[in-house]
């Protein structure tokens, strides 16, 4: 029998409906670890979750056995519906999603700056932290109509 390898890290950003500050500290930490649960069940570990009031950050290695969609979708419609079980009244993410690829030797600098996300946005606003990537990444099929809803 053959063998299959890979070792695709991803830093995955997506923020709440219309970004609406949903994610405070009474249940960021149990996001963050419900999260983590989610990302196991689809053998793609967590290496480093964290929010901020309207969006998260997370820091994952993509199983071979799951596609980044598939992987996705099962996140944000599990923690979605975690959310309102734990009375966050109106809970919805935004429908699009940032997934950037990461070298290997990146994952501890991608992991750091996911730690610092509340210092960060005293300074970056989170579409202008998006729209960095999506230039660092040299995205051409951004549109701004449909990623922001």
Request: net charge positive; proline share 2%.
């Amino acid at each position: 029998m053959g063998q299959s390898l890979s070792q695709m890290y991803i830093h995955l950003v997506f923020g709440t409906k219309f970004r609406y500050p949903y994610i405070n500290e009474n249940v960021s930490d149990s996001l963050h670890a419900y999260i983590a649960g989610i990302l196991k069940n689809l053998e793609s570990p967590a290496l480093k979750i964290n929010s901020v009031p309207d969006h998260i950050h997370i820091l994952f290695r993509l199983s071979k056995n799951y596609s980044l969609a598939k992987v996705v979708e099962e996140v944000k419609k599990q923690s979605s519906k975690w959310m309102k079980e734990q009375g966050v009244t109106g809970f919805t993410w935004q429908g699009g999603y940032g997934a950037f690829s990461i070298s290997s030797y990146k994952v501890e600098i991608v992991k750091n700056y996911i730690i610092r996300q509340q210092e960060h946005h005293k300074i970056v606003s989170y579409k202008d932290e998006v729209e960095k990537f999506i230039k660092d990444y040299k995205l051409n099929n951004y549109d701004t109509k449909y990623f922001w809803r």
